[in-house]
DNA sequence: TGATGTCCCAATGTTGACATTAGAACATCA
DNA sequence: TGATGTTCTAATGTCAACATTGGGACATCA
């Protein structure tokens, strides 16, 4: 929760309503299809309306809300082709956070890599709260995009993530089993392939990572 | 300009004001690092500081504009390592959406391409206006993008799309020749693997059509 | 003289009031 | 009775005033 310097990046409200807003939606509190009603949320926050209505505009720009002139707000639903969509595009952002790490990642950000399986690996053998399996799912791959070091690539995938993110909640809910079985396998094949495979092979590997949790979550899809 | 039905897209002023400004920045009336004050372009548009600042949050998502906590919003500026980003991002994205359209493209969005390169050819053989040749240019990706169907894939593409054309009409203002020389040839073969070449062919060929573009305007950067 | 602290102002962040709109409920007519 | 036009209202779009902040100019001191 804290790097070296935490910096204190002094935010505006909108951005911290936007926080509280998404980590509502992600709790459940907001279903996917709800309105988010700014004069409510505004009440509720304890803020004006038009930091909510900032703070909606940045959940609309990482995909999980939608809205449309005069007619507000709703959480985004999860339709097989909102699956279909999110997991193509992350399958190339993805393959080319790889490939690029590859190349610039530092032996540090390696480290961090197994740390974050570790983390997963005791994780299963403990509790298993698939809740947190998930966030360290996605730290792992966040930490790649950092190793490498392209800005508008990362933004790219922060454009997805917190769909990424309430698809895999979804996932877990529903108790796929065979995730966290393969989960740690998976990401440790990746480290292992980020430190020393050849492109190809690691493009391709990337590539299928992501196509295997698309499968698998449509699978557990009635729409 | 327009499509068969304009559908009328009510839209708010703050959508209007981007568009403005957007415009002002590509025919450099602001050139790049120049600071865009809320107040300033509130009195000019002749909206409030609410509109403006939420068409400059909308800038800012397509990368046009940075800004932060307290310290305004300024035009991005075009160094090399930006330039790098942005073409290597793009080459992925272009590689997924010529893969993709490749599969959903009607023939009438093929055509629509046909037509595209031959109003670029048009262009080329009359007055030469480099920069309706980068609108054309972009143009015809856009209908790739379409033709692929991927909302998020064109989001995605979305967010660097205003990037790239202040990119290339830097390129143009330098006076690239070889750029019009190459441009009809080159998205004619594009054009032609849609149609009936293999996945692996168009897939190589997307990237390196990216690739040398991103060579050619970095050859021609001081930065 | 140069490093440090203080003040000030221009610009952004925030807010509540007012204007406009989309959609639903109701009334009207063929 | 079903289609069309009207009214109403809750919610969003817009606005101008107030609060807060970052950075530079100036003064102060070792």
Do not use: C
């Amino acid at each position: 929760m804290s790097s070296a310097l935490p910096k204190a990046p002094r935010r505006g409200l909108a951005d911290e309503a936007a926080d509280l807003v998404r980590a509502a939606i992600f709790s459940g509190h907001f279903p996917p299809g709800a309105a988010l009603r700014e004069v409510e949320l505004a009440a509720h926050l304890d803020v004006s309306r038009g930091s909510v209505r900032e703070g909606l505009a940045q959940l609309e720009r990482e995909g999980l809300v939608r809205s449309g002139w005069h007619r507000g707000t709703t959480v985004i639903d999860v339709t097989a082709q909102d699956v279909e969509e999110v997991y193509t595009l992350r399958a190339a952002l993805d393959r080319l956070a790889a490939t690029t790490a590859r190349r610039t990642a530092t032996s540090e950000q390696l480290s961090r890599l197994d740390q974050l399986i570790a983390d997963m690996a005791a994780e299963i053998a403990g509790t298993a709260d698939t809740r947190r399996l998930v966030t360290l799912d996605i730290a792992f791959h966040d930490q790649i995009y950092t190793a490498a070091g392209n800005g508008r690539l990362t933004t790219a995938w922060q454009a997805i993530r917190s769909q990424l993110h309430l698809f895999q909640l979804r996932r877990a809910d529903a108790g796929y089993d065979h995730y966290r079985a393969r989960v740690v396998d998976e990401h440790r094949e990746l480290a292992a392939l980020l430190r020393s495979g050849d492109r190809r092979t690691l493009a391709r590997l990337a590539e299928e990572h992501v196509d295997s949790a698309r499968r698998s979550l449509l699978a557990g899809l009635p729409d």
